[in-house]
């Protein structure tokens, strides 16, 4: 964290100013985001995640925070989901690797293989994958390489993830 401030302050590195300072409270947020519609998440969610499900998919910030065992991943996998199908798009990071895998593991557990998002590769894994399971069962799906090898063998086959146009005879 030292290093990007310093790197910020050398202006070496971008920074949206406006929004870390909201993010820390030394600025007023930005507008939150239009409502619409919200999905409803498909697993049953008590109600502190129904709230931060809730929030996270209405307010321009928001934070999750609980401790181990109270679902914080399964509340952000819904929270992924909902975004997905709102056609918007969305940035997990963590701390450590660890972290991201366990949250992708669940997403990829709750859009499951058949997902047009998960088909076409839209969800990536940037950077090395810290969890046995989660490149056991979803390397190709996730991680950039192996989403390549993945589509590129489709295309070989004839079987395409991008959704076909229909043209009158």
């Known amino acids: ?12 590195l971008s920074l949206n100013r406006a929004l870390a300072d909201a993010v820390v409270g030394a600025a007023k947020a930005p507008p939150d985001p239009e409502a619409g519609d919200l999905p409803e998440p498909t697993a049953s969610l008590n109600a502190p995640q129904k709230r931060a ?8 910030i928001s934070f999750i925070w609980g401790p181990p ?11 992924t989901r909902a975004t997905l199908r709102r056609g918007e798009r969305l940035l997990v990071c963590s701390n450590t690797n660890k972290a991201v895998d366990q949250i992708l593991y669940k997403i990829c557990e709750n859009l499951g293989r058949q997902d047009e998002a998960m088909k076409a590769g839209h969800i990536v894994r ?28 489709d295309r070989r086959t004839g079987r395409s993830h991008r959704p076909q146009a229909h043209l009158p005879d």
Do not use: N, P
């Not at 964290?1 to 070496?12: A, D, F, P, S, Y």
């Not at 065992?69 to 929270?79: D, F």
């Open 69 to 79: 065992g109270c679902g914080k991943t399964w509340t952000l996998g819904e929270i």
């Open 126 to 153: 940037v950077g090395q994958i810290a969890d046995d399971k989660l490149a056991q069962d979803y390397r190709e799906y996730v991680e950039v390489e192996g989403i390549a090898d993945r589509l590129g063998a």
């Open 53 to 60: 499900y809730t929030r996270a998919l209405t307010k321009a």
């Open 1 to 12: 964290l030292k290093t990007k401030i310093e790197q910020v302050g050398k202006k070496e």
